[in-house]
């Protein structure tokens, strides 16, 4: 049955069901009131189409915005929400444990002074990464990782952002996201053993000030993503240079729709873009 709606676009939800396997919804909003979700893995083998109605609204304050930064933040609110602190892309930085925050307290006391973790997840390669506890498996799935186990546990995030300092040295902190989406759903053996191999690397060169704070969780968490099939080779396709983009949706990823001919759609990279949009 077809689904059709107009909104603007926010990044897409994500569960885990008990095999593994990723349910995703598409999540879009009538400036920043919420709209009804939509079940997309149904979708996937059948037509899409997204039409981007030349407007952008501000996924903070929801003013028009002729260009977005972020998660489609206005430049203003780029520079002044909680919701793009540096801390953010940065986890060493964070000072609330210490009761210093560097732009909102209340939120980064919510988010930062939290439970975190420090991982190693599976992208096409060995990353290391870090995220609150409770964001788990989201993070994960949101990265396009067929598979993620725990490194170090902590009880803020600077202590998770030292420790992930500390690996950049011996592994990736960035994911490749052409390797990411023509991996595809690789053998789950391949990405248990590489996930296992790097953790005892990990362990063998961890400073000693961080010991304490290793995981003897070994548990590999596989994450599998819908798809017809996935492609040998990607290009990235954006509504600013495409305003309609329509195609056969063969996997989602991450957060990205995967159409024939190797396109690529990153929805979260389009958060606050209005659109059409007709699936099935």
């Not at 964001?135 to 803020?156: F, K, N, V």
Request: charge should be negative; charged fraction near 25%.
């Amino acid at each position: 049955m077809a689904m059709r709606g107009e909104g603007n676009i926010r990044k897409l939800m994500s569960a885990l069901d008990a095999n593994g396997a990723v349910q995703y919804t598409w999540v879009s909003k009538d400036i920043l009131d919420p709209q009804d979700g939509v079940e997309v893995n149904p979708v996937v083998g059948q037509d899409i189409r997204i039409e981007y109605q030349g407007k952008i609204h501000c996924t903070v304050s929801g003013k028009s915005i002729r260009k977005a930064y972020g998660d489609g933040m206005s430049f203003d609110a780029f520079q002044s929400s909680p919701l793009a602190v540096e801390s953010i892309i940065r986890p060493e930085l964070s000072r609330i444990h210490e009761g210093v925050a560097l732009r909102d307290a209340a939120w980064e006391e919510a988010h930062h002074n939290q439970p975190h973790v420090v991982y190693l997840s599976y992208t096409g390669g060995v990353k290391v990464g870090v995220t609150r506890t409770t964001q788990i498996p989201y993070r994960w799935i949101d990265q396009g990782a067929s598979g993620a186990i725990l490194l170090a546990e902590t009880p803020y995030r600077q202590l998770a952002g030292l420790i992930e300092v500390a690996m950049k040295e011996h592994f990736a902190d960035k994911t490749q996201w052409r390797a990411m989406l023509t991996a595809g759903n690789p053998d789950a053996a391949v990405v248990e053993e590489a996930l296992l191999a790097a953790k005892d690397d990990a362990f063998e060169q961890c400073p000693p000030a961080f010991e304490d704070f290793m995981s003897e969780d070994d548990t590999v968490h596989r994450i599998q993503f819908p798809s017809v099939s996935f492609p040998e080779k990607v290009a990235s396709v954006t509504l600013d240079k495409a305003p309609l983009i329509e195609g056969k949706l063969m996997a989602i990823k991450g957060q990205y729709l995967l159409l024939d001919g190797g396109r690529v759609f990153n929805v979260r990279r389009h958060s606050g873009y209005r659109v059409r949009w007709d699936f099935g």
